[in-house]
């Protein structure tokens, strides 16, 4: 089944998939239901068989946001016909201090000139707040940014600030917002459908296989299978009660034998320590993974 008819079914649909005589889902549930913390897990296998463990909740994006971003900035170039080497000008204002940017600690004085690809790199390999900010406010602002995404066919979720925005009020981190699904489906377009000019998709697709953060999430379990992972992470601070506003990570996995999944796991309001709560990813990864893995 395409996914652009699937998907439209979704919600009421899910296979209950088996492992070790219990659902998959169920699986999942046990994980998330031992936490201290809301977890939201949505799972497409091979563009096919859907699940989702609390799905009706809407968590904060925190820096998966970058993903969302990078395929509004590649429809921008693609519409165009332009490629991602254009350069502009990054001014030293515009290199925030007080904000995760290793863009800043690279060039502190700003006035250099990087190519779209090169900010690319920093937002999706490293998760730079100043490079995000650069892209808002030169190539893809939010509003159109919101908009464009909902021309793929998704609606749960929203793109409304920007990263300064959320560092000087951190209760404007609920305002960028989705549920686990919607952004599964992103994932899954972008590696399965054509969306853009290859050499800007095939970008995107490499450049996110090569994320440098969140080694202790998805990814951890896949190490030295022979899995392939891209992915986009997000971390938030904590809220005034002391519980992590968000930790997420969500992805495209490609298995050796060529069956595939994306899966996107979030987690809100988290009492656990930061390790623990990327732990609670990783173990659902390895569940999803050894699930998948078997049945092929």
Known sequence: MKLKTYFSTVFAFCLPIIINGQTLEKQIKKIADKSNATVGVAVI???RDTLTVNNHEVYPLMSVVK?????AVAHT???ANETFDRQILIQKEDLHENTYSPLRE?????????SIKELLRYTLQLSDNNACDILFKRITDIPITDNYLR??????????VNENDMHLNPDTCHANWSTPLETAILFEKLFTEKLFAPHLQNFLKQTLMECRTGANRLAAPLTNTGAAIAHKTGTGD?????????INDAGFVQLPDGQHYSIAVFVKDSGESPEQTEKIIADISETVY???????
């Open 67 to 71: 993903f969302h971003q990078a395929l």
């Open 77 to 79: 170039f693609d519409k």
């Open 106 to 114: 690279k060039y502190p004085q700003g006035n250099i000139r990087l």
């Open 45 to 47: 296998i091979d563009g």
């Open 238 to 246: 904590k809220n005034r009660i002391g519980k992590i506003i968000a």
């Open 290 to 296: 050894k699930h998948i893995s078997k049945q092929h």
């Open 151 to 160: 021309t793929l066919g998704v609606s749960a979720f929203s793109i409304a």
